[in-house]
């Protein structure tokens, strides 16, 4: 159906519009700019472990994540995979260089099964300057974003490698967690490998850590899964000289 055409209320375009309502950005528009974007978007479904776009690539498209998780990632010279975020059902990615189209900024990739909407970056940017308050609205989620993804590397860095465990841990839950009576769950299959990653730390590191906070009943695993208490998730995180940051 072209743009010229007459809107149906099929099921796929219901679909399509109840999906763009669960994303941030969308949620305030009435249903005539639901259906405008719903024209422009394209619904993709991808596994564990399949690539949505590479690092470097000429990047001409922007996504939002319906639901799943993604990992965005660069691979450093010695072929070392470095985490740069992990993206939750709701939001627009990738975060940053959006209006100036540059080449994607790193690779991602699916960790769960993920369903995802595309829309063709120069047709967003078109209906976005028709929609000044929307524009607006863009510009605000992607300076948070970046500024949540900056203060999370600044903490990654200052921290010792306890502290950037549970910061990266305490960050997951916070972002995907589900809360389980006295727990909450991270259902996201990262391993302590990809933990290492996130965090700039060894596999054996994290190791280390993770054995010290299960014996202390702060963590634990299941089927792949995190699961932390939720009364230390809520507390503050301690220094090392006890001292609340």
Request: include cysteine; proline fraction near 3%.
């Given at each position: ?39 422009l ?72 099964q ?50 950037r ?81």
């Amino acid at each position: 159906m072209g743009q010229s055409e007459t809107l149906t209320c099929t099921a796929e375009t219901y679909r399509m519009e109840e999906n763009l309502r669960n994303i941030y950005l969308f949620r305030p528009l009435d249903s005539s700019l639901l259906q405008e974007i719903s024209m422009l978007a394209t619904e993709h479904h991808y596994k564990r472990g399949q690539y949505i776009f590479m690092e470097g690539q000429t990047r001409d498209t922007v996504f939002f994540l319906i639901n799943g998780a993604l990992k965005i990632y660069n691979v450093d010279d010695s072929g070392r995979e470095i985490i740069r975020n992990i993206v939750s059902a709701g939001q627009l990615f990738p975060q940053t260089g959006f209006f100036d189209m540059c080449p994607y900024p790193g690779t991602a990739e699916a960790i769960t099964q993920s369903t995802i909407i595309s829309i063709s970056g120069r047709a967003f940017e078109t209906w976005l300057l028709r929609n000044v308050t929307i524009l607006q609205n863009v510009v605000q989620i992607m300076n948070g974003q970046i500024q949540q993804l900056q203060a999370r590397q600044q903490e990654l860095t200052l921290n010792d490698s306890c502290d950037r465990l549970a910061a990266i841990l305490r960050y997951l839950a916070q972002e995907h967690g589900h809360i389980q009576g006295t727990n909450v769950r991270i259902p996201i299959p990262l391993n302590q490998s990809e933990i290492a990653n996130m965090v700039g730390m060894t596999r054996e590191s994290v190791n280390r850590v993770w054995r010290q906070m299960h014996a202390e009943g702060i963590v634990s695993t299941d089927r792949g899964e995190w699961i932390l208490k939720k009364d230390w998730c809520d507390s503050p995180m301690l220094a090392r000289d006890g001292q609340q940051v």
